[in-house]
């Protein structure tokens, strides 16, 4: 049986308490409406460490748009039992104060990390992101934490914070989990209205094409090739599609580039917004 833990406080004190007993900590942020994706990094967790923390907790700061943050998925009641049964130790499910009890004022730099693609297109998420893992970070202490590489920009943030600020947490990314249709898993799909959900998966269709035709398209060809396809679907729009360096997220010009390639996008289902993304060398 796991425990609920709410309280910044009583989390510390069970932390410390655990690591004297020499356990290993491991640690997944989510922000609930938990899906196989999340339990995919919780089962990865439990499998590598003695102890798994899970946190929900829907951050405020990382949020741009505000109807976003007010429609985004809560579902404490049907979360908790997912993580019992992935054998969960301990759910921390703080409100905002107790993450929060004074305004974060702090300003992450991330160089150009944080200025492309997610970065570009919603200002101040990043910065909201570092908010909170870092805070989280600091809470839960762990020897490991997991996050999915559905967020590949996000990933390479954690990273950067994490030798930023000199954490010695291991961080493990983890590989995207798909519907059956290929449709990459989200807790904003629930916001999808049928038409919408029937039209989604057209963007990981799309990208799993566009890997087999690097012979025949040039880099900017490709781009082109791949947001005339998505939006060839009257209910998908995309708002960017970029082929760029796996490590630094800045654009490639060729696909001799030295470095790996991921391929990465933004599209609007109505008035969700979906990413995914596929590397590409
Ligand atoms: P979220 O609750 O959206 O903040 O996500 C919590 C963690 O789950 C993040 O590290 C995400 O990257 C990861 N995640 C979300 N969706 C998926 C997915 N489909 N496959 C793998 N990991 C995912």
Redesign the pocket.
Known sequence: MGVIVDKVADLKKIIQNLKHEGKNIGF???????????I??VERCVADNDITVVSIFVNPTQFNDKNDLKNYPRMPERDIPMLEAAGVDIVFMPTEQEIYPEPDTRVFDFGMLDKVMEGKFRPGHFNGVAQVVSKLFDIVAPHRA??????YQ??AIIRAMVRMLGYTIEIVG?????EPDGL????RNLLLSPEHRKSAPLIHKTLAEARNKTHELSVKEMILWVINQVNADPNLKVEYFELADANTLLPVESWDHPNGIIGCIAVWAGNIRLIDNMMFK
């Open positions: 997944v942020p989510t922000m609930g409406a938990l899906h196989k994706g999340h995919s990094l997991y996050f999915g590489q559905k967020d996000q990933l983890c590989p995207i989990v798909r990459a898993m989200s807790s």
